[in-house]
Nanobody
Framework: QVQLVESGGGLVQAGGSLRLSCAAS????????VGWFRQAPGKEREFVAA????????YYADSVKGRFAISRDNAKNTVYLQMYSLKPEDTAVYYC???????????????????WGQGTQVTVSS
C-alpha cells in the first residue's frame, strides 16, 4: 500500500500550462504503475494518463494526447503530469492512483488502482 498526495493544481487561463505532482510514501512505490484520473462536476471520473513502474510505457486519453506528458522520478517517489495548451474542458479535480500490477489495457481501468490521492483542483478559464 502507498499513500499519495497530489499538488500543483490551480487556476490558469486557456492555453496555459500546469505541472501536477503526485508524491508517494512507501518503499515499494517504484514497482507500482501510476495513473492520473480526473473528475469534472457532474461527470464520471475518467482516465487521463498512466505510466508503468519503470516508466517504459506511457498511456494517454485521446483528449489529452499531445498536450499532456506523464513522467516519474522513482528516486523522489514522485510522478508528474505536465499539462500544456490547457482548455476549459480540462477543468476538473485531478487524482493520482497507484496500481501494484497494471499494464496494457488494464491501466485505463479505475478498478485496477488500489491506492488514491485526495485530488487537486485544476481550473482553466476561457
Amino acid at each position: 500500500q502507498v499513500q499519495l498526495v497530489e499538488s500543483g493544481g490551480g487556476l490558469v487561463q486557456a492555453g496555459g500550462s500546469l505541472r501536477l505532482s503526485c508524491a508517494a510514501s512507501g518503499r515499494t512505490f517504484s514497482t507500482y504503475a501510476v495513473g492520473w484520473f480526473r473528475q469534472a462536476p457532474g461527470k464520471e471520473r475518467e482516465f487521463v494518463a498512466a505510466i508503468t513502474w519503470r516508466g517504459a510505457s506511457t498511456y494517454y486519453a485521446d483528449s489529452v494526447k499531445g498536450r499532456f506528458a506523464i513522467s516519474r522520478d522513482n528516486a523522489k517517489n514522485t510522478v508528474y503530469l505536465q499539462m500544456y495548451s490547457l482548455k476549459p474542458e480540462d477543468t476538473a479535480v485531478y487524482y493520482c492512483a497507484a496500481a501494484a500490477t497494471a499494464y496494457g489495457s488494464s491501466v485505463y481501468k479505475m478498478a485496477q488502482y488500489g491506492d488514491w490521492g485526495q485530488g487537486t483542483q485544476v481550473t482553466v478559464s476561457s
